[in-house]
């Protein structure tokens, strides 16, 4: 798998980061995450409503007094620990926030999204975390949409969002204009970039051009390369033509861009600032890389998520991935929501258009009026063998 502009004196959120525990606010009202001891590595349980006898529709269980959502994630085959880890990141979402208001049952989209999205319809889910990808959105969202049941998809690409579609992934045009931003705050007006073929590559470039004319900068050079031997290096050396250049923008993942450093710094670039985005903070080990020193790239903050890192490892015996925070915060976002949701009714979508936002474990977000998150992001830059924050994310809108 979308960044908020710097501004002095932004309104802060209604839903904060509480100073106690992992606490978290969502929109007006708190969402209480206690940190407490970490639990063992046991399956979390819970408890069944006591009331009144559920009906059984489709073997499936009818909570009388929860709402029940769906999880739409590949649990099987080349995606499965993803998906297991979203669908991990679920359970304790509801085990820390200890809610009773909401039942989450997982589908999964590996047998097919249109298999997985009729039966969570027909199971009476009246909304839809997930798909992670983008081609399971583009087919559950028709099906979703007939039956009145929005979709907050885990998905980066934008194309998807809108028409009962709400995207939290973390889109990478936000981040190219972030950290173009806080570089042109350092005084830099000249710019090249580095993008992959393909979609995202295309994207990329659109995204920092824009970004970079926003702040009265320049593009020197804009380069393109593939995953063939040689691509990258005389793409490089394209860039080089037009050197000196203050900054080049990485549009790749770390790894990529390690091995693209090396070759900016003997030709052209040897004092350009390196810049990256959103993908490198999905690599564990990157800082790790010397090639990569002094570089800035922007996400989004990784204080909570390291608490939430360290109760996952605990509960579950493994690590969790860098996207399952997705699904955590799904979870928040829908318990504020169900506490103003009557059992039976459809979810009320106009409490996503919140402009105040949101807050969790990725920092604050909210979603425009096309249905993507737009996140408060912070700037680090990679020194000594650790990520810094050089930039804090703003604390809201």
Request: hydrophobic share 45%; net charge positive.
């Given at each position: 798998m979308a960044e908020a502009h710097m501004g002095a004196q932004r309104r802060r959120l209604f839903g904060r980061v509480l100073a106690i525990g992992l606490g978290l606010a969502l929109s007006a009202c708190?969402?209480?995450?206690?940190?407490?001891?970490?639990?063992?590595?046991?399956r979390p349980t819970t408890t069944a409503p006591v009331a009144a006898q559920p009906r059984v529709d489709s073997a499936i269980p009818q909570d009388t007094e929860r709402q029940r959502i769906a999880l739409l994630v590949p649990l099987s085959g080349p995606n499965a620990a993803v998906g297991q880890s979203l669908a991990n990141a679920t359970q304790l979402a509801i085990l820390d926030t200890k809610t009773d208001r909401i039942r989450i049952t997982s589908y999964d989209t590996n047998r097919g999204a249109?298999?997985?999205?009729?039966?969570?319809?027909?199971?009476?889910?009246?909304?839809?975390?997930?798909?992670?990808?983008?081609?399971?959105?583009?087919?559950?969202?028709?099906?979703?949409?007939?039956?009145?049941?929005?979709?907050?998809?885990?998905?980066?690409?934008?194309?998807?969002?809108?028409?009962?579609?709400?995207l939290l992934g973390y889109a990478p045009q936000q981040s190219i204009e972030?950290?173009?931003?806080?570089?042109?705050?350092?005084?830099?007006?000249?710019?090249?970039?580095?993008?992959?073929?393909?979609?995202?590559?295309?994207?990329?470039?659109?995204?920092?051009?824009?970004?970079?004319?926003?702040?009265?900068?320049?593009?020197?050079?804009?380069?393109?390369?593939d995953r063939q031997p040689g691509s990258l290096n005389g793409a490089i050396l394209r860039l080089a033509r037009n050197s000196p250049y203050r900054a080049v923008l990485i549009a790749d993942s770390g790894a990529a861009s390690a091995l693209a450093v090396p070759l900016i710094r003997k030709n052209g670039g040897q004092a350009a600032q390196i810049l990256g985005t959103d993908l490198w903070n999905t690599e564990t080990s990157i800082a790790a890389n010397p090639a990569l020193a002094g570089a800035w790239y922007a996400s989004v903050s990784n204080s909570l998520y390291r608490q939430y890192a360290q109760k996952y490892r605990a509960r579950f015996g493994t690590a969790p991935f860098r996207l399952s925070s997705l699904?955590?915060?799904?979870?928040?976002?829908?318990?504020?929501?169900?506490?103003?949701?009557?059992?039976?009714?459809?979810?009320?979508v106009g409490a996503l258009a919140d402009k105040g936002g949101f807050a969790g474990l990725d920092g604050a977000f909210r979603f425009g009026p096309d249905g993507v998150a737009e996140r408060a992001l912070e700037v680090q830059e990679i020194r000594g063998g650790a990520s810094a924050t050089v930039s804090p994310a703003p604390a809201g809108f």
């Open positions: 708190q969402t209480v995450v206690p940190r407490g001891p970490a639990p063992g590595p046991q249109a298999v997985a999205v009729q039966q969570a319809l027909a199971d009476g889910n009246r909304l839809i975390l997930g798909p992670l990808l983008a081609e399971d959105v583009r087919i559950a969202a028709p099906l979703a949409k007939r039956a009145g049941v929005p979709i907050i998809a885990f998905s980066n690409d934008v194309s998807v969002a809108g028409d009962g579609v709400y972030r950290v173009v931003r806080y570089a042109a705050s350092k005084g830099i007006k000249d710019f090249a970039g580095l993008v992959p073929n393909g979609l995202y590559g295309e994207r990329a470039a659109t995204a920092m051009l824009r970004a970079v004319e926003a702040t009265g900068g320049q593009v020197l050079a804009l380069q393109t390369y699904a955590y915060d799904g979870v928040l976002l829908t318990v504020r929501i169900a506490r103003d949701w009557r059992v039976g009714t459809p979810f009320p």
